[in-house]
């Protein structure tokens, strides 16, 4: 008996999501030591955990033997002050992955189907082939949704829109104007819309959707957010989503119990609080983000203008970027290839710190006059 085959056709059909490559496993392939190693690939803070984030970490360290609170009273509480809006309007999750999945049990199921940009973020395609849903991918417009052709996607039985916003790995931001047009025809559509702002706290605010005002004209849309990034928690996993009461009251129904752990809980309710770190953290990628672009200028390269802490640079002209992705895993600097997402010629980098986006742009330079 082939045990694989009890699962479902479609959850075997599924291929796994590549992560960044850990510096740990880099440093055990490659021999090098792991202090040395620079990693540019996951979209994670260089300036780490904010220092109020952290002493909320610590002084929780002594209640995990207890369960965490499965509401998240306080973080909600913070979320919608910041927000504006009610504490029943608030999802939380372990990451905004978490808060994906959940979209994707609560609305979709074999026989619906929901509707994704090519080059955008890989999970909406996994999660809706986990739900055992059809997929519609709608062809992009440089490298960024085509929104109208989204549209054009939707079907009787769709029941899930994904629509990234910075998108990722891209980078590429909608037209505000255009977005709220098409969020007013996809809610025509009877479909829920989730627009994914996991970047947003790295543009400055006039460049912002205003998705949360959004909320009361929109009752079909989802916006997700994620403390991984700018708030520097990655390795704690937590994200939040907000929407109208009834679309939340659907995604607790399918929400894991103390699906957010205490730690968690604890240090993204005081990363919220710390304006300081921040207004830092955007001025350091502002000001990676000008550093990385006018290495590619003088190299001569290509790169796709992005709002997010990261940027796509086109390396090789045609065909595969992965041989230059391997030099560079050989000096130590790890990067991602997104050849998984259509753009082959393509590397994605994170902004890191000065330093680190130099030692990144000095070996690309010597890799590419080899």
Known sequence: MNLTELSPA????IAPYQPGKPISELAREMGLVEADIVKLASNENPLGVSPKARAAIQAGIDDLALYPDGNGFALKTALAGRLGIGLDQIVLGGGSNDLLEMVARAFLAPGTSAVYSRHAFAVYALATQAAGAIGF???AKDYGHDLDAMLARVQRHTRVVWIANPNNPSGTLLDNDALHRALAAFAATGAVVVLDEAYVEFMDPERRAPSIAWLREFPNLIVVRTF????????????????????ADLLNRVRQPFNVNSLALAAAEAALADDEFLAEAKRVNDAGMAQLTAGFRRLGLDWIASAGNFVAVRVVKEGDAGAIFQALLRKGIIVRPVGAYAMP????????????NERFLAALREILAL
């Open 10 to 13: 479609y959850i075997r059909a």
């Open 137 to 139: 991918e709608a062809p």
């Open 228 to 247: 991984s990034k700018a708030y520097g928690l990655a390795g704690l996993r937590v994200g939040y989503a907000a929407c109208s009461r009834e679309l």
């Open 345 to 356: 010629e393509y590397l994605r980098v994170s902004i890191g710190l000065p330093e680190q």
